[in-house]
């Protein structure tokens, strides 16, 4: 059996994210020693683990709650696992649309720049305050 700080620096999340999973249902409710201490077994520390990957994928905690459901059923089909994952891959693929769009953006306010101007004649703020000028749109 483990301790919550055991399971926090074995698994690299922190001792109120595991207390916020356990009051919204992703961990179950651990033992307690007579102290009232928690107490974790091996089981508790691999949920914990699976739910820690799934969010450094960017998972979103409902789609882990539903992936965790899934893993209560083996024999069950993965064809609903498949499609939490695949629109999470959209919804990746998406967010990289937007930041390829933010980075071009900035590549055109950033090369608006003449270094060595005052603030008052400064493109990037005349860009950010009249979108569009810099390029000559109006």
């Not at 059996?1 to 999340?13: C, L, N, Q």
């Not at 207390?19 to 651990?30: C, H, N, Q, S, V």
């Not at 905690?61 to 539903?66: E, N, P």
């Not at 965790?68 to 919804?91: E, M, N, T, V, Y």
């Amino acid at each position: 059996m483990f301790s919550i700080g055991e399971v926090a620096r074995a698994t690299g999340v922190k001792v109120p994210t595991i207390r916020y999973y356990e009051t919204i249902g992703l961990l179950d409710d651990p033992g307690r020693t007579a102290g009232n201490q928690r107490r974790y077994g091996q089981g508790e520390v691999d949920r914990l683990a699976f739910i820690r990957h799934a969010r450094d994928l960017g998972f979103p905690l409902d789609a882990v709650r539903a992936l965790i459901r899934l893993s209560r059923h083996p024999g069950q089909s993965c064809a609903d696992a498949d499609k939490i994952a695949a629109d999470q891959l959209a919804a990746v693929r998406a967010r990289i649309a937007r930041l390829k769009r933010l980075e071009s953006e900035l590549e055109r306010i950033a090369g608006c720049c003449t270094s060595g101007s005052a603030v008052g004649d400064c493109r990037v703020i005349e860009a950010l305050s009249h979108h569009g000028r810099c390029t000559g749109e109006h």
